[in-house]
């Protein structure tokens, strides 16, 4: 028996207003982004770095600009002190768990390829190209971002904050 009352349209708001939560919800809880974005890796950075090699150690001023999206991430990062200056870019781009991307050295001209794996707060992988092969790691924390690359017994590791 009809009620006088419009069910059909009451149930397409319900819908917009659950639609509406489970948007929202995720991105108070992560942020600007998702668990599964590099949005939270973007941003003006600010920090220091230390250049290992065997065992001396060379500290450096770190400053990156990165610009995330969900699914990409472009890097530039310079670091230097008196007697050296470093600037490397890079393009990294999310497929699921997989990042893929490339890499420039700007400093000594040379150019490669990143592959890797994405966890929700870390990015892990190789570098190569220009004779230059090694691994690589970028994590978010809740202070910041801390990365690391290595390769031949080098190590160059930085901590940067906003």
């Not at 108070?28 to 290992?52: H, I, R, V």
């Not at 530039?76 to 470093?86: H, M, P, V």
Request: hydrophobic share 35%; aromatic share 8%.
């Amino acid at each position: 028996m009809y009620d006088g009352s419009n069910h059909c349209e009451e149930r397409p708001m319900m819908r917009v207003i659950l639609i509406v939560m489970l948007i929202l919800i995720p991105n108070a809880a992560f942020g600007d982004q998702g668990p599964n974005s590099l949005a939270g890796f973007g941003g003006n950075w600010t920090g220091s770095g230390t250049l290992k090699v065997e065992s001396a150690s060379e500290r450096f001023k770190c400053r990156a600009y990165n610009t995330g999206t969900e699914a990409s991430l472009k890097i530039a990062l310079r670091c230097s002190n008196a007697s050296a200056s470093y600037e490397l870019r890079g393009i990294i781009s999310l497929a699921g768990k997989d990042v893929a991307g490339t890499w420039d050295l700007r400093t000594y001209n040379v150019t490669g390829v990143i592959a890797g794996k994405f966890s929700g707060t870390r990015l892990s992988g190789t570098m190569e190209g220009g004779g230059y092969s090694g691994k690589f790691s970028v994590s978010r924390t809740a202070s910041g971002l801390e990365m690391e690359v290595s390769s031949s017994g080098k190590t160059f590791v930085a901590s940067l904050g906003k």
